[in-house]
């Protein structure tokens, strides 16, 4: 059982950054590969970076690649994602996922394949 928390949203202007982290409760935290995910009002949740277990491997989707960072610190059981020159269609709820992942370089882009979930964390972009 994992318990995602996650933190560091607001309201920013367009161009600026901001870092959320997602903290993890659990002692197998560096067992679990992890995602960004953001929903919009109205709008699915989607898929915005992952990665695996080890860290070693990342992926991005490409409107925010160059842009948007993801990283882990497995001895803080914490999960990142620092995002830079923010836009306003960045605005949304974003949420953190865990999912069990027995392979050191594998990552996971879709919703399903994710076993926990956090309450997210609000990104307001104003123009």
């Known amino acids: 059982q994992v318990q995602l928390v996650e933190s560091g949203g607001g309201l920013v202007q367009a161009g600026g950054s901001l870092t959320l982290s997602c903290a993890a409760s659990g002692r197998t935290f560096s067992s679990y590969a992890m995602g960004w995910f953001r929903q919009a009002p109205e709008k699915e949740r989607d898929f915005v970076a992952a990665?695996?277990?080890?860290?070693?491997?990342?992926h991005y989707i490409d409107s925010v690649k160059g842009r948007f960072t993801i990283s882990r610190d497995n001895a803080k059981n914490t999960v990142y994602l620092q995002m830079n020159s923010l836009k306003p269609e960045d605005t949304a709820n974003y949420y953190c996922?865990?999912?069990?992942?027995?392979?050191?370089?594998?990552?996971?882009?879709?919703?399903?394949?994710?076993?926990?979930w956090g309450q997210g964390t609000q990104v307001t972009v104003s123009s």
């Open positions: 996922a865990a999912a069990v992942s027995y392979y050191s370089s594998t990552y996971y882009t879709g919703v399903s394949e994710y076993d926990y």
């Open positions: 990665i695996s277990w080890s860290g070693g491997t990342t």
